[in-house]
């Protein structure tokens, strides 16, 4: 500890602390233009400058380490001249853009030059005037405001280590582009938007929409995947202005990904229904939502009557609240008196490792999956660790990844070569001498070594739980898909198997099904059995949009997105956190419709997500006692058992290996009804390698039917340099590919033309 | 005495009756509203116009300031961005039945376009017209420039006053 006077308040600091930490200790805050906690010291901007006691030299407070004994002034006539001159400095090129500048309110520049006084420019102006940049489609680039801070630069280096942009040119000729001012190649992340102290980083969504001072904030939850980050939602009225990272709070360090950032608008679609639809005799009929419910629950009491309560199944979305799919399984066992509850996930693997675990693990392995693409916080806290933390990266996907820059090792081929490399490198950890010994001794020489992995894949389950056996200090991450995912788990909508559903289905066991924000038809497990599902007694589906499957339904309730409910959603470290209300557009909860379902069967449910959270600690033994905006639930294994060996190997026969890919910005479920995320990607893409389709003779948005064993489609084409050769990927979860994932996640399949 | 004279004679009434004779002959400083408009000094602060562009182009820039700045909350505006990545304004509403005619708004844009004209006539026999939108607003600068005044006795010289 070193003893430093910061404006005459003495602090004790650790050694090498900046001197802009120390005071932030001494409660003495400094302005600054260029820095970012998060990122490394630059000292772009010079706005930070402070005294130091018996040293002429003014010191960079961002920059510079604190020594014992250090005497720092802050605040003194000599230091407010220096740091108006830095202001006035920059403001020689900056165009006065403040009423038509989407930063307008919220602008770091606005508000240093407004705290140092700056009224008149002494220099002569001359502002830049270059052009706007519009060539990417969610990032505004206004290279006139830039003050050159490098924190976009930064940040897309250090955390999303992507590179796309860098400063072009020297000296005064410096901006912020793109190398050769090629296109951006870019994760659309938004990061850069993020840091951006000005103007000249917009979001394009956001853009011009509104002002800051307009906007009213609530914290909550994103709820378009798994990592659960913390966002701000800044509403005004009933419509959503923007997702906002919220980096002093959460898991994800204000950090966002293209989802997020880009892709809420889904929330004020004009695309969503807002009345309820009863269909009977092949009529449909917009009522209200009392008609809906009561023909719902009419319907529910004749099937029990008649065919037995076992004739009636639940089945709920990963997108629903912890507290509105507890009140479903209530629904189901005590009012309905089924146990037949339905959804995609599984109780076969809990959560162990936290973000946090993974930034810190010392060894890091990522086995078929592209976390990147699927859960882009937990692909940045694996980048984390293989850069920062310089922790060995062990990357098994049939195809490079985003990762490629940062592993150390990246095993590719075609998905059986992979699979075979995974199960060698899980046989070195437990001890057999081949070629991956040497990655599988990094494993076992590490103290935090983590695993990450694809819970939906059972080959790839196998594998990690080979993994784990031989090694039990390993952490394991089961990268789920859904932002609750986990969590409807744990209300009991886990414990059985989703193919159970589909045999029931087929089989004409269910008579009355009533399922909760799924998309049946999109999901690989059921996509078969869905149209089944139009045939039943009661086919009641809730949902924001029409999806294919609330199109079928004979009872179609629509309900409010995660932007319109209070809540809690359980992320895929097992964490509990809370989501907020935001606005109102006019639609129920799912858990208004379980509630008003309950009443008309005679019983009572509170719809109130605080009454239900009493319940939950009550009655889920997980839960009891847990600390709703931020607890970590302990799971008991996180196995469940011996997972049983599965022939890996790619079905079918056929040219190309076919394997589920890249979400490419969404899964399609969801982020599908986003008109900025479909201008992008509107529709799966096939992704080909190049020397393939050159063979082909195929060109990128060329239409190709894809043939295989059982399953036949089309799909406009992307080149991909990164697709290994005799290999095609598809994204998963759209209702075009689910009909063919549902064969496999390992096909092999031909090209058309 | 002189008070006993005085109450004898009336003399204060006379006094008055001769001021109110006196009256008779002179103008009257009253107008008869509304066949009569009053005068408008320079800075009397009126109903607002909006310049625009020689083109014709608005010169508002949607930047919400006036809105913002408006104690009577009586302004609107939306905005987007428009094909080309401009600045697009979608809805500009000023409610004249809630505006105080502060002039705060004028003061407060950045660009020099909403500005207090010297029309005040509101009075309609129903409040449909009280909410004017961008193209009233722009109408309004043409008729301050051009001097097409409603209130016949807004002279050509106020003109001046808006054209630089
Ligand atoms: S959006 Fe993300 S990847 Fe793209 S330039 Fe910005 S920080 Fe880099
Ligand atoms: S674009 Fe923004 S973040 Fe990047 S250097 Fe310029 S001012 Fe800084
Ligand atoms: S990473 Fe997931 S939770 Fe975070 S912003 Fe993106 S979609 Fe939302
Ligand atoms: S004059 Fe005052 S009250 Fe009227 S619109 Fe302007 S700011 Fe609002
Ligand atoms: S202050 Fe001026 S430029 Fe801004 S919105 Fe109002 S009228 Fe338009
Ligand atoms: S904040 Fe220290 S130099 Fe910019």
């Given at each position: 500890m070193v003893t430093v006077k910061i404006d005459g308040k003495e602090v004790q600091v650790a050694p090498n602390t900046l001197i802009l930490d120390a005071a932030k200790e001494a409660g003495v805050t400094i302005p600054t233009l260029c820095h970012d906690s998060r990122l490394n010291p630059f000292g772009a901007c010079r706005v930070c400058l402070v005294e130091q006691v018996n040293n002429p030299k003014l010191q960079a407070a961002c920059t510079t380490p604190v020594t014992d004994k250090m005497e720092i002034i802050t605040r003194s006539e000599k230091l407010s001249r220096v740091r108006k001159t830095a202001i006035e400095l920059l403001l020689i090129n900056h165009p006065l853009d403040c009423p038509v500048c989407d930063k307008g309110g919220e602008c770091t520049l606005q508000d240093l030059t407004y705290e140092v006084g700056?009224?008149?420019?002494?220099f002569d102006a001359k502002p830049n005037d270059t052009p706007v940049d519009h060539t990417n489609p969610f990032i505004e680039r206004d290279i006139d405001r830039c003050v050159l801070c490098g924190r976009c630069v930064r940040i897309c280096d250090e955390v999303v280590n992507i590179q796309a942009i860098s400063f072009l040119n020297r000296g005064t000729d410096t901006i912020i582009g793109t190398s050769f001012e090629q296109p951006w190649n870019c994760e659309y992340c938004g990061q850069c938007i993020s840091v951006c102290p000005v103007g000249s980083l917009n979001n394009r969504i956001y853009l011009f929409k509104n002002r800051p001072w307009n906007l009213e904030r609530v914290k909550s939850v994103c709820g378009l995947c798994s990592c659960g980050c913390t966002v701000d939602i800044d509403y005004e009225g009933n419509e959503v202005f923007r997702m906002k990272e919220s980096p002093a709070e959460g898991i994800n360090h204000g950090y966002m990904c293209a989802k997020g950032r880009f892709g809420f608008e889904f929330i004020n679609s004009i695309k969503r229904q807002s009345e309820a639809v009863v269909k009977a005799g092949g009529e449909s009929k917009k009522v209200s939502f009392n008609e809906a419910v009561e023909v719902a629950v009419e319907k529910l009491r004749k099937v029990k009557d008649t065919a037995g309560a076992d004739a009636i199944a639940v089945v709920v979305s990963p997108r629903l609240t912890n507290e509105e799919a507890f009140l479903a399984g209530k629904l189901a066992k005590d009012v309905l008196g089924t146990s037949n509850l339905f959804s995609t996930e599984s109780e076969e693997v809990y959560p162990e490792a936290t973000l946090e675990e993974v930034e810190n693990s010392d060894c890091v392995t990522v086995l078929n999956i592209d976390v990147t693409e699927s859960n882009p916080i937990l692909g940045l806290a694996v980048r984390h660790a293989a850069r920062m933390g310089s922790a060995p990266l062990a990357v098994f996907y049939p195809g490079y990844t985003a990762l490629k820059r940062v592993a150390k090792k990246f095993v590719t081929g075609n998905p059986d070569e992979v699979r075979a490399s995974m199960e060698s490198y899980a046989a070195a950890v437990a001890g057999a001498s081949n070629e991956y010994s040497e990655w599988a001794a990094k494993l076992t020489k590490a103290e935090r070594p983590v695993v990450v992995f694809d819970p939906y894949n059972k080959a790839d389950v196998k594998i990690a739980q080979d993994i784990k056996k031989a090694c039990a200090k390993v952490k394991v991450v089961p990268?789920?898909?859904?932002?609750?995912s986990v969590g409807i788990v744990d209300m009991g909508f886990g414990a059985k198997c989703a193919t159970e559903f589909a045999k029931g289905l087929e089989s004409g066991k269910f008579k009355a099904v009533v399922v909760l924000g799924e998309n049946l038809s999109a999901r690989s497990v059921w996509t078969k059995s869905a149209s089944k599902a139009a045939g039943l007694e009661l086919l009641l589906v809730t949902d924001p949009f029409m999806s294919e499957t609330a199109a079928m339904s004979n009872v179609y309730i629509p309900v409010a997105t995660f932007a319109e409910k209070s809540g809690s959603f359980t992320n895929l470290e097992g964490r509990v956190q809370s989501i907020e209300k935001a606005v109102d557009k006019g639609v129920n909860t799912d858990a208004c419709v379980v509630s008003a379902i309950a009443k008309g069967l005679g019983a009572q449910l509170p719809a109130d997500a605080n009454a239900v959270r009493g319940m939950i600690e009550k009655e889920v033994p997980l839960y009891s006692g847990i600390n709703w905006d931020g607890g970590v639930v302990s799971y008991p294994y996180v196995f469940a058992g011996e997972v049983a060996a599965t022939d890996g190997k790619a079905k079918g026969k056929g040219r190309f290996f076919l394997y589920p890919a890249s979400l490419r910005l969404h899964s399609g479920s969801f982020t599908r009804w986003s008109p900025d995320l479909a201008k992008v990607y509107g529709e799966p893409m096939l992704e080909i390698g190049v020397e393939d389709a050159k063979e082909l003779g195929i060109k990128s948005k060329d239409r190709v039917k894809v043939k295989g064993e059982g399953f036949e489609g089309e799909f406009l084409v992307e080149i991909e340099k990164k697709v290994s050769k005799g290999c095609i990927a598809l994204p998963e979860d759209f209702v075009a590919t689910a009909g063919i994932f549902c064969n496999g996640k390992s096909l092999r399949a031909d090209i058309v033309k | 005495m002189k008070n006993v004279f005085e109450t004898i004679f009336f003399t204060e009434i006379l006094q008055g009756l001769g001021i109110t004779l006196s009256h008779m002959f002179k103008k009257p400083v009253t107008y008869r509203y509304p066949f009569e408009a009053t005068p408008i000094q320079d800075r009397f602060r009126g109903i607002q116009y909006i310049k625009t562009h020689a083109d014709g182009r608005t010169k508002c820039v949607g930047c919400y300031l006036c809105q913002k700045v408006c104690p009577s909350e009586c302004i609107h505006i939306e905005t987007d961005c428009g094909p080309n990545g401009e600045r697009l304004i979608r809805k500009y509403e000023l409610d004249l039945s809630r505006?105080?005619?502060?002039?705060y708004c004028e003061e407060v844009c950045p660009v020099d376009a909403i500005h207090m004209g010297w029309e005040w006539n509101t009075v309609a026999s129903d409040r449909s017209g009280y909410v004017i939108n961008m193209k009233t607003l722009s109408m309004n600068y043409k008729d301050n420039l051009e001097g097409n005044w409603k209130n016949k006795h807004l002279k050509k010289k106020l003109v001046e006053g808006v054209q630089q």
């Open positions: 700056v009224t008149k420019v002494r990268a789920k898909s859904k932002n609750n | 505006c105080i005619y502060c002039g």
